[in-house]
C-alpha cells in the first residue's frame, strides 16, 4: 500500500492462501479473556482436534500459536543433525532448520523415495504448485524410513481442502504431521496449529513452548470450529466449486493454471512480472516468486471480488 499510494481501496489481498469465507462461531468471552487459559480446555482443544484429524490418542496432539511456531519448534524437538526439503516450497521450513544448524538439502519431488537425510520434510499438498503424493504412498515412505530411524514430516497445512491426502491418523514413531488452524477456517489472526507427534516428542514441544502455547479466543474457536462438522464438509466442497470458477476466470484472461489447491491457483506465464505490478496499481495483491519469475499464485477472493479481479486482470493482461 506504501508503494502504491494512488491505487483503488480498499486492497484486495489475494497474496496468501486463505478461506475468503471464515468460520463465524462463539468467540471468547470477557470472562476467559480476564484469566489465564485453563490447561483442562486446552486438553480439550487438543483432543477435539484430535478427532478432526481422526488420530485415536489425543497425547499425540500439541496446540500451537500456529503451524509456524510448530515447525519453528521441530528441529529442536528431533535434534536432526541433516534434512531434506522437497521444494519448492516454504522458505520457513529450511529458515527454521538452518537456524538449528542443521545440514539442510532441498531436494526435488523425484528424488523422494531416495532421500537418506534424518528428517524429510514435505508439504502435502505443496504450496505453491498444489504437488500431492498420495497417502498410500506416503503411508510406504513413512514405513520404510521408520524401520531405518528415519524420521518423515509432512506439513498438511492445505489437507482440510483434500483430506484423502491426509496421514496425521496413522500414528507411527517416525511421523510428525503439522496442521493449520488459520487457511480453511479463514481465521489466521487467532495463531492455531498442531504438531501431530509420537508422545515423547509431543511432550518436548510442549515443554519448549511453556504452559500457555495458545490464548482463550483460540481455544474457543478452536474447539468450536473443529467441531461443526457440518460446516467442514459444506466448506470443502464450496471451496472446490469457488477455486474452479477462479481457475475459469484466469484462464478466460490467458492465463495458464499449471497448479494450486482449492485454496490458491498458481499460474505460470512471462509476462507474470508486469501483471503484479498492474494489478497493484489496481489496488490488487498477489504473490510473485523470485525464483520463478514466471509464476504468479492468486488466493481466492471473495465472490462479491470475481466482477473487481477481472477487469483489473482485462487491463493487466491486455
Request: glycine share 8%.
Amino acid at each position: 500500500m506504501a508503494a502504491y499510494p494512488f491505487a483503488p481501496e480498499p486492497w484486495l489481498d489475494l497474496s496468501t492462501g486463505i478461506n475468503p469465507a471464515p468460520w463465524n462461531g462463539p468467540r471468547a468471552s470477557l470472562e476467559m479473556l480476564a484469566r489465564l487459559p485453563d490447561p483442562a480446555r486446552i486438553a480439550e482443544l487438543e483432543a477435539t482436534a484430535a478427532r478432526a484429524f481422526g488420530v485415536a490418542d489425543p497425547a499425540r496432539i500439541v496446540a500451537t500459536a500456529g503451524a509456524e511456531a510448530g515447525l519453528r519448534w521441530l528441529p529442536r524437538a528431533l535434534a536432526a543433525e541433516t534434512v531434506d526439503i522437497v521444494s519448492p516450497t516454504y522458505s520457513s521450513h529450511e529458515a527454521a532448520w538452518a537456524a538449528n544448524d542443521a545440514h539442510v538439502s532441498c531436494i526435488d519431488a523425484a528424488s523422494l523415495q531416495a532421500a537418506t537425510a534424518a528428517a524429510l520434510l514435505l508439504v502435502n499438498p505443496n504450496n505453491p504448485d498444489g504437488r500431492t503424493v498420495s497417502r498410500n504412498e506416503m503411508a510406504a515412505l513413512v514405513r520404510s524410513r521408520a524401520s531405518r530411524g528415519l524420521w518423515t514430516i509432512v506439513d498438511e497445512s492445505f489437507v482440510e481442502t483434500a483430506p484423502e491426502f491426509s496421514v496425521a491418523d496413522l500414528a507411527s514413531d517416525g511421523l510428525v504431521v503439522l496442521r493449520s488452524f488459520g487457511k480453511f477456517y479463514g481465521l489466521p489472526g487467532v495463531r492455531l496449529g498442531f504438531v501431530v507427534a509420537p508422545p515423547e516428542i509431543a511432550d518436548r514441544i510442549r515443554a519448549l513452548q511453556g504452559e500457555w502455547p495458545v490464548g482463550a479466543e483460540a481455544i474457543t474457536m478452536g474447539v468450536g470450529a473443529y467441531g461443526d462438522v457440518s460446516w467442514r464438509t459444506r466448506t470443502e466442497g464450496e471451496l472446490r466449486q469457488h477455486a474452479a470458477a477462479l481457475d475459469g476466470l484466469l484462464e478466460q484472461r490467458g492465463l495458464h493454471v499449471v497448479g494450486g489447491a482449492s485454496l490458491f491457483r498458481l499460474v505460470s506465464t512471462p509476462a507474470a512480472a508486469a501483471i503484479f505490478e498492474r494489478l497493484c496499481r489496481a489496488g490488487i495483491l498477489t504473490r510473485p516468486f523470485a525464483e520463478r519469475p514466471d509464476w504468479l499464485r492468486f488466493g481466492l477472493p471473495r465472490r462479491e471480488d470475481f466482477a473487481r479481479l477481472d477487469l483489473a486482470l482485462r487491463d493487466a493482461v491486455g
